[in-house]
């Protein structure tokens, strides 16, 4: 792969993720909103919402599937490395692409069977118990969630493999702008 397709991936995966990032904020929002509502509604009124339950399983895929791709684009990951600080620069640089293509072999294990499970509930019909909500809508927004997760991972390894081929054992930029939270 050239450096110019790296390069267009990385901006585009970034700009992709950030949008997806942006969602997910306002379904925590939205989220927030609806669980404060429920609590005054079951509190004082004693007449809590029924449909709850089901709008917090929804936006909680979205939230997730949709943030994690932003969290490993720019590599903000929560990450314990008092082992990996003892190995050099260059083992330090294998480690972590021997990782991201482990990972992105069980992501693409897990993105296939995301829409395999979509698939499976938009055939079925399956509909959530109380405000029956198809459940494969949600479903097809995680798992295309997930191929944002999927697009890091492959920006991640092509920048681990570009580290090791020419020797740049440097340590990968770490993100210090934060324009989705603006």
């Given at each position: 792969?050239?450096?110019?397709?790296?390069?267009?991936?990385?901006?585009?995966?970034?700009?992709?993720?950030?949008?997806?990032?942006?969602?997910?904020?306002?379904?925590?929002?939205?989220?927030?909103?609806?669980?404060?509502?429920?609590?005054?509604?079951?509190?004082?009124?004693?007449?809590?919402?029924?449909?709850?339950?089901?709008?917090?399983?929804?936006?909680?895929?979205?939230?997730?599937?949709?943030?994690?791709g932003?969290?490993?684009?720019?590599?903000?990951?929560?990450?314990?490395?008092?082992?990996?600080?003892?190995?050099?620069?260059?083992?330090?640089?294998?480690?972590?692409?021997?990782?991201?293509?482990?990972?992105?072999?069980?992501?693409?294990?897990?993105?296939?069977?995301?829409?395999?499970?979509?698939?499976?509930?938009?055939?079925?019909?399956?509909?959530?118990?109380?405000?029956?909500?198809?459940?494969?809508?949600?479903?097809?927004?995680?798992?295309?969630?997930?191929?944002?997760?999927?697009?890091?991972?492959?920006?991640?390894?092509?920048?681990?493999?570009?580290r090791?081929?020419?020797?740049?054992?440097?340590?990968p930029?770490?993100?210090?702008?934060?324009?989705?939270?603006?």
């Open positions: 792969m050239t450096d110019t397709f790296a390069d267009s991936l990385n901006r585009w995966n970034g700009r992709a993720t950030q949008l997806l990032a942006r969602i997910a904020a306002a379904a925590l929002a939205v989220l927030a909103v609806i669980t404060f509502c429920d609590v005054i509604a079951r509190y004082f009124f004693n007449s809590p919402f029924s449909f709850t339950v089901e709008v917090t399983e929804i936006l909680m895929g979205v939230m997730i599937y949709f943030g994690i932003l969290t490993t684009h720019d590599n903000d990951h929560i990450a314990v490395d008092f082992v990996t600080l003892r190995l050099s620069e260059w083992m330090r640089a294998l480690l972590g692409l021997v990782m991201n293509v482990l990972a992105f072999g069980f992501l693409v294990l897990m993105v296939w069977r995301l829409w395999l499970r979509a698939f499976a509930l938009f055939e079925k019909g399956d509909v959530s118990p109380i405000m029956l909500f198809p459940r494969w809508p949600t479903a097809m927004v995680m798992a295309a969630g997930a191929i944002f997760f999927l697009t890091s991972l492959l920006v991640h390894i092509i920048f681990g493999y570009r090791l081929s020419t020797g740049d054992t440097s340590p930029p770490v993100s210090t702008s934060r324009p989705y939270t603006d």
